[in-house]
């Protein structure tokens, strides 16, 4: 079966850049900030600590 792809009208609505009403600052945000975090859970976890300052300071 040959389908295309397409999206949905929630998906134009919310990631495509050209939407005034676009996800995509939000998401470049996350991806460059809260994304690290999650990366330093472990640290977080065995530490006991939370990692946002190691975070900032890189």
Known sequence: IN???????LSDKYLVSTSP????????????S????????RNAIQENTPQW????KQ
Request: hydrophobic share 30%; net charge positive.
């Open 34 to 41: 809260s994304y690290l975090l999650w990366c330093k859970l």
């Open 21 to 32: 009403v676009t996800l995509n600052g939000y998401i470049d945000h996350n991806n460059q």
């Open 53 to 56: 300052q190691q975070i900032l």
């Open 3 to 9: 389908k295309k792809y397409s999206n949905t009208q």
